[in-house]
């Protein structure tokens, strides 16, 4: 083996510019692939991100405005839902809806604490709505089911709110809020995503509805379905719940603009088509990219064998085997595309890191709401690693094919030639 090793390194010394030349193809392809798989896990994992705070097999429903005349009703008329269309989704479409969750929204108001106050939204939810819509609590809870019975005047705060309400004070929970002259308790801090510009706050829904006198009133009525497969099958389910609905609100049973829906479940299987879409086709490139560093080293070692015709001729010529000579050539093609592969794996995954600590996690501002755009641009270690064997294989083949046709040349014609 130490014989080999040296006459390796021999070899590679006389000859520096095809090892150069064979070393960055190598290199290269493997830093493409594994930068190219980077920049693509970075816009799929921002999908993710963005996703990250809805249940993506909820429905919301909104009240919309009629644009059809009906039972002498003229359009134009708001949807207001009520309790009425709580108990019609538990009654009628018990099988496929699995939680109901109705909220208020009681906007215009304004926080305050000491010398600090912000505009807020107050919004009336039951337990169970931070699980529907991943509000992620770091401190203290959520509203719970004691909050309800009770009318308990507590609020779950965001993280942001907090550090900007009280400024100076770590724990915050315990504390008390003013909302336009009514005191709420801080129960509870959740993790501000910035996925939205409105400041809300959470309280409890029978607060809400009494405070400020809201009835039997609501202002969205949200639910996580199931049992349903397939778009003819959401359509459907919508269909008959739009036609429900109308017998409550007196509208016509196909006025689409009636009630507003928010359909997470539709819109998830269009992000995982998405998601597939760009996964593939980042891959494709990748392997485009390895494809063309695999076809430059097959044409760097096949000059490479041909220019050593005659130096194999004459290693046949002084005994030796035809096995030797080709276990030398692939031993040089492995100790150079494992070298030069490691260094241009180590020098993708440090560019992919630099891309996450310069423009990884940065959010732009659409106006509604704040999305991340790349996040995370790493590669796991299983596609580097898988990548440079790959190339190392194909290096290896790339040797071997065109030693094996090098050695079947009788000594005589290698010398010649």
């Known amino acids: 083996m130490l014989d080999t090793l040296q006459e390796i390194i021999g070899a590679i010394k006389r000859n520096k510019m095809r090892t150069i030349a064979t070393g960055f193809a190598v290199a290269s392809g493997l830093f493409l692939i594994i930068v190219l798989q980077g920049a693509g896990n970075g816009v799929i994992n921002s999908f993710e991100s ?13 009240g919309g405005r009629t644009t059809k005349p009906h039972e002498g009703i003229k359009e134009g008329r708001y949807i207001q839902l009520d309790s009425r269309d709580v108990e019609m989704t538990e009654r009628s479409f018990s099988h496929y809806v699995k939680d109901v969750m109705p909220s208020l929204n009681q906007g215009g108001l304004i926080v305050s604490h000491g010398a600090q106050h912000l505009s807020a939204t107050l919004m009336g939810v039951k337990p169970g709505w931070d699980e529907m819509n991943a509000v992620k609590i770091v401190y203290g809870r959520f509203i719970n089911e004691i909050d309800m019975r009770q009318k308990r005047k507590s609020v779950v705060i965001s993280d942001v709110n907090a550090e900007t309400l009280f400024p100076h004070e770590r724990n915050v929970v315990g504390k008390t809020l003013d909302f336009n002259g009514i005191s709420y308790t801080v129960v509870g801090i959740y993790k ?3 996925m939205s510009n409105e400041r809300t706050f959470y309280a409890p829904f029978t607060t809400i509805s009494t405070i400020y006198n809201r009835g039997q009133f609501i202002n969205r009525l949200s639910m996580i379905i199931h049992n349903i497969e ?57 392997l485009l990219t390895l494809v063309s560093g695999v076809v430059g080293v097959s044409n760097i070692m096949l000059i490479s064998v041909k220019e050593r015709t005659r130096e194999f001729g004459i290693r046949r010529a002084i005994g030796a085997r035809p096995w030797s000579i080709v276990r030398m050539v692939m031993a040089e093609s492995v100790v150079i595309t494992a070298f030069f592969g490691y260094i241009g794996m180590l020098l993708g995954v440090f560019f992919c890191e630099y891309m996450d600590s310069t423009v990884g996690n940065q959010t732009m501002d659409i106006g509604v709401f704040q999305a991340k755009y ?21 290096g290896v083949l790339a040797g071997l094919f065109p030693a094996l046709g090098a050695v079947k040349v009788k000594p005589i014609d290698a010398l010649r030639g």
Request: with cysteine; glycine share 4%; charged share 20%.
């Open 192 to 194: 501000d995503e910035q």
């Open 374 to 394: 790349f996040v995370n641009p790493t590669v796991d270690l299983s596609t580097c690693l898988t990548a440079t064997v790959i190339i190392i294989v194909a």
């Open 50 to 62: 963005n996703m990250g705070n809805f249940a993506f097999d909820a429905i919301h429903i909104f």
């Open 230 to 286: 397939g778009d003819s099958a959401m359509n459907q389910f919508m269909d008959e719940y739009t036609r429900a609905s109308s017998h409550i609100h007196s509208f016509a049973p196909d006025d689409k603009q009636a009630l507003w829906i928010w359909n997470q479940a539709e819109s998830n299987q269009e992000m995982k088509k998405t998601r597939r879409i760009l996964h593939t086709a980042f891959w494709i490139l990748g």
